[in-house]
């Protein structure tokens, strides 16, 4: 049975227990008339977005919804406006107060970018950055309390005496926004390796005030394995205090032998993480051929990597892995096949009220924005957007205007402005 054929066919039986939101989802909106005649009559119908074979095609969901879930649409109109081009492979977009935006570009520039489009000069003080491959300047941040200490953070690939390593700093932003002082390193991931694949990053500050930070596990089969390995940063999510301090709660600062900033283990490459309006943490991140995840995560807990996935080697190889084990945490959702997912969103805003509480992740391998319908810790629905652009879409950020800010992963990358259409 396909996993096309699977999610259907528990789509079926959950309308036939009369319960589970997993398939009531497809009520928001349903793709064709068909499927909405079906859905308001109270059937369980559902066409799922996803019709493509999967790639791991031998593996089924652990639980009703974990794939495939219903194509949905809001029937929002939207207003796609390019902001600036000529960004040189721009990784994240930071919103600022008043409309501007900061964003990175991986080779190692810093930049504001005017809410009118002016690109700005590279901003001064970035410390020595590596750059190959997925390595350079990733994620930026602003401080919590941006408005008073003109502070921001961000990621990137440091250059080391034994190879290289994810890190995180941060610095004051002058007045005129072209340069930072007080620059300062905070956290290094360990250990060190000599590649160019895998970092992560993202950086999320929680309702609590810390810095949470998801890095990757350097890809390379010698690496995997530190994912579940609790002495070392790869393939964790940490967190820490602003000032890079260790939280005094934190799962595993009693524990010897561990690293303390640790919050959760077995992630392989997570490029994003998103607090929900309730305040819970989410990642996403690059899975293996069939395995791109969205993760529910909670302090402590193990998310499987590399014992525990969905999906194959991208050589078409099998993996070494089962897809559930006890102690492990299971994706919320999976992509087989994969979208190779970056940023993501939690989107608040009032300019578009059908998406509030939907999350949005930007998607590169097939160039589009996918907007997800969570209701209960489930997907209920999901809907591709911006496909017509044919971009890598990089990142996607909520403006205080309530707008998406995205961009795009190129040579010539590009930042858009999604707004209420005119
Ligand atoms: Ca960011
Ligand atoms: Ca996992």
């Known amino acids: 049975m396909s996993r096309h054929h699977i999610a259907r066919h528990f789509c079926s039986a959950f309308f036939v227990a009369g319960s589970l939101a997993a398939c009531s989802g497809a009520v928001e909106k349903a793709v064709d008339s068909t499927t909405l005649a079906a859905a308001s009559a109270g059937g369980g119908a559902c066409t799922p977005l996803e019709t493509r074979e999967a790639n791991a095609n031998?593996?089924?969901p652990a639980m009703a919804g974990q794939t495939r879930a219903c194509g949905v649409t809001a029937g929002v109109q939207f207003d796609v406006t390019v902001v600036a081009k000529g960004l040189?492979?721009?990784?994240a977009v930071e919103p600022l107060p008043g409309g501007d935006l900061l964003v990175t570009e991986k080779p190692g520039r810093?930049?504001?970018?005017s809410a009118t489009g002016t690109i700005g000069e590279p901003i001064s003080g970035l410390p020595k950055i590596f750059v190959k491959g997925q390595g350079g300047l990733l994620d930026v941040a602003l401080s919590p309390s941006f408005d008073t200490d003109n502070t921001i953070f961000w990621s990137y690939s440091e250059p080391r005496a034994n190879g290289n390593g994810t890190a995180i700093a941060r610095g004051v932003l002058s007045a005129d926004r072209k340069r930072l002082s007080e620059v300062k390193t905070i956290f290094r991931v360990v250990p060190s390796y000599d590649g160019d694949k895998h970092f992560?990053?993202?950086i999320a500050f929680g309702?609590?005030?810390m810095l949470y930070a998801s890095f990757g596990e350097r890809s390379d089969d010698p690496m995997r394995k530190y994912a579940q390995m609790k002495d070392s940063h790869l393939g964790k999510i940490i967190r820490i205090q602003p000032d890079g301090t260790v939280p005094s709660d934190n799962p595993l600062v009693n524990e010897s032998n561990a690293k303390p900033e640790i919050w959760s283990i077995g992630?392989?490459?997570p490029q994003a993480l998103a607090f929900d309006a309730s305040g819970a943490l989410w990642g996403i991140e690059h899975g293996t051929n069939g395995g791109d995840e969205l993760n529910f995560i909670e302090k402590g807990k193990n998310y499987g990597w590399a014992e525990v996935a969905y999906?194959?080697?991208?050589s078409g190889r099998a993996l070494p892995t089962v897809t559930a084990r006890e102690g492990t945490e299971q994706p919320v959702y999976y992509w087989d096949p994969v979208i190779a997912p970056s940023g993501a969103q939690w989107y608040s805003g009032d300019a578009f009220p059908a998406w509030k509480g939907n999350l949005?992740?930007?998607g590169m391998k097939d160039k589009l924005l996918v907007r997800l319908v969570v209701e209960n810790n489930k997907v209920t629905g999901e809907e591709h957007l911006l496909s017509d652009r044919k971009q890598r879409v990089r990142d996607v950020r909520q403006g205080p205007d309530g707008a998406l800010y995205l961009v795009t992963d190129q040579k010539d990358g590009e930042l858009w402005r999604l707004s209420p259409k005119k």
Request: glycine share 14%; hydrophobic share 30%.
């Open 58 to 60: 031998e593996q089924a």
């Open 360 to 362: 949005f992740v930007g």
């Open 88 to 91: 040189e492979f721009p990784w």
């Open 110 to 113: 810093l930049r504001v970018v």
């Open 207 to 209: 309702p609590d005030g």
């Open 267 to 269: 992630h392989r490459n």
């Open 200 to 202: 992560g990053s993202r």
């Open 311 to 314: 999906g194959e080697e991208y």
